[in-house]
């Protein structure tokens, strides 16, 4: 499953309650994203979540493992805590910057144990 979200900035020639619309808007996007990603990490999925900023070009990715779970982060990606994904999206937001927020579940190879939880040793 794959979600994303398009934050984008209001136009140099927006009125203000056209910028208000914007950010409320945005807030809206924001907070469905961090909706998902507490939901996804409450399930137990594994997934990684991109943030993109389109107005510097950086990207930062954050691979999220389910609870318990002893694999080691192989990926060019960066192990965080839920907390730390949230914070740096609410940081993202309130600057009001052109920003896409990715969420991509990842789906391991492999025969899952009995109790569908495949992290874990049978």
């Known amino acids: 499953m794959k979600k994303i979200y398009f934050l984008h900035g209001p136009d140099n020639g927006a009125t203000v309650s056209g910028k ?9 996007k924001g907070t469905d994203a961090i909706r998902d990603v507490i939901d996804w990490a409450a399930e137990g999925r594994e997934f990684y979540v991109a943030l993109i900023n389109h ?4 990207r930062r990715v954050f ?3 389910p ?14 805590p839920v907390i730390g ?22 789906k391991r190879g492999g025969k899952a144990s009995s109790d569908d939880q495949p992290w874990r040793a049978a």
């Open 85 to 106: 994904v949230i914070d740096q999206i609410l940081k993202m937001t309130s600057r009001n910057a052109n920003v896409d927020i990715c969420l991509l579940e990842r």
């Open 55 to 58: 107005e510097d070009g950086s």
């Open 67 to 80: 609870p318990g779970c002893p694999e080691m982060c192989t990926d060019f990606a960066t192990k965080r």
């Open 20 to 28: 208000w619309r914007n950010r409320l808007k945005n807030t809206y």
């Open 63 to 65: 691979h999220m493992n």
